[in-house]
């Protein structure tokens, strides 16, 4: 019986028409030398999106979680799978386009993020069944009312991921721009490395702390239904990098990857009382304005008092201050500072499991840049550390160096 697999392709992949008639022909060869159904996934052409959503704002805006934002920007879709259906006839492979409504992709609101809620996937089999290669819009998933939603930039990552996940956890390949995941940022460390393998849990990690490869929900919905995942290049035959639940010798390495973003606000509200229930009262307001947030680190102040400095996406930096307006109210006392030029560095990697000495190892590196550690969070495989943004590229290259490149 013939494999399914799904194949995701971004928007430089179709950005232009001589692209995704590249597209075309490698899905075409792919079905030819391999026999495999094939579902196709593709975002919007290049810049696209971004046109879009300056059109919306010249139009007067409506914000980027009213219903008329996501019926605009789901347009870019449109075109694209319109396109790559058209180039896929023209080669002899019958192809179908799918908006998510005729799919459908069925999506649930929780705090203002669209969430995947079920796939119907009978009219795929049957297109399958058929010979017809369904080239599904990424991005995009239809809500309760009948209204286009949308997954968040990169969600059409997750569409390909939830797609594979739905057909019975088939083969799911991301071809995009780049060859595979790296060490770090190429463009920063010249001795960044591509990786051949990852766990699940470093590749979310790493997509989490600031690698544009996956979309972090992409990552999370593919270590939840095992869903076989590679990262690669749609402009090449390279074999790119596979993210799967264990590999061997995956804890050799004390550390896989290093990131930094450098999108990131960190609030610090000082003269807190230091009782039961400040912070509690604290997160709720974020919460209740939809407001992600990041780090967090409580220290107690002089005369009883309590500071506590927490992180959060630089777009949600209106929306924390004005959900601290009235806390503030009602505590007086209690001030806050905004910092914008704040940058999150993570080293991420399974060794740290079993290798002792790594947050050692790292303040001592940083600290002889004389780049100072603002918060500190950490996990089993991850330590991530607030810093100022004019240090994010020093920072990424001196660890890159001392923790991949030194033990190569």
């Known amino acids: 019986m013939p494999q399914t697999v799904v194949m995701k392709f971004g928007g430089t992949s179709v950005g232009t028409t001589e692209r995704i008639n590249a597209v075309a022909n490698r899905v075409s060869e792919h079905i030819r030398s391999t026999g495999d159904r094939v579902v196709v ?8 999106t971004d046109r879009l959503i300056e059109l919306g704002k010249q139009a007067g805006g409506c914000g980027n979680k009213s219903r008329e934002y996501h019926q605009l920007v789901t347009a870019g879709e449109h075109a ?17 386009s799918l908006l998510a409504n005729q799919v459908p992709i069925r999506t649930h609101e929780i705090y203002g993020l669209n969430l995947i809620s079920d796939i119907d996937v009978e009219k795929l089999n049957a297109l399958l069944d058929e010979g017809i290669v ?3 819009a990424g991005f995009q998933g239809v809500g309760e009312d009948g209204s286009f939603t949308t997954l968040g930039r990169g969600g059409s990552d997750t569409t390909a991921v939830a797609l594979a996940a739905s057909l019975g956890s088939c083969p799911c390949f991301i071809l995009t721009d780049i060859d595979g995941v790296y060490t770090a940022l190429p463009s920063i460390c010249r001795g960044a490395k591509k990786l051949k393998k990852l766990t699940y849990e470093e590749m979310l990690e790493l997509a989490s702390s600031g690698a544009k490869v996956l979309q ?39 550390v896989s990857g290093i990131t930094c973003r450098v999108d990131e606000a960190k609030f610090t509200l000082r003269n807190l009382p230091d009782k039961p229930g400040i912070a509690a009262k604290l997160f ?25 400095s927490f992180t959060v996406p630089q777009e949600d930096t209106s929306a924390a201050e004005g959900a601290l307006k009235n806390l503030l109210l009602e505590l007086p006392e209690a001030s806050v500072e905004v910092d914008t030029d704040i940058a999150k560095l993570s080293v991420v990697g399974e060794g740290m499991r079993t290798h002792a000495g790594v947050a050692s190892r790292m303040f001592e590196v940083l600290g002889s840049e004389g780049i100072n550690v603002e918060m500190i969070t950490t996990s089993e495989i991850k330590i991530s550390v ?17 923790f991949i490149q030194s033990s190569s």
């Not at 095992?226 to 050799?252: H, N, Q």
């Not at 709720?284 to 506590?308: C, F, P, R």
């Not at 607030?386 to 160096?401: F, G, N, P, T």
């Open 80 to 96: 694209s799978i319109a396109l790559t259906a058209m180039a896929l006839e023209s080669k002899g492979q019958p192809a179908q």
């Open 134 to 136: 369904p080239v599904v």
């Open 216 to 254: 972090a929900r992409s990552v999370s919905f593919a270590h939840k239904h095992r869903v076989p995942l590679w990262v690669a290049s749609s402009f090449s035959d390279d074999e790119g990098t596979e993210i799967l639940e264990e590999y061997e010798g995956m804890e050799d390495a004390v």
């Open 386 to 402: 607030a810093i100022q943004a004019k240090y994010s590229e020093l920072a990424v290259r001196v660890l890159h160096e001392a």
């Open 41 to 48: 996934v593709v975002s919007a052409m290049s810049g696209e």
């Open 284 to 308: 709720k307001a974020l919460g209740d304005a939809e407001v992600v947030v990041d780090m967090i680190v409580q220290s107690q102040g002089a005369g009883g008092n309590a500071a506590i």
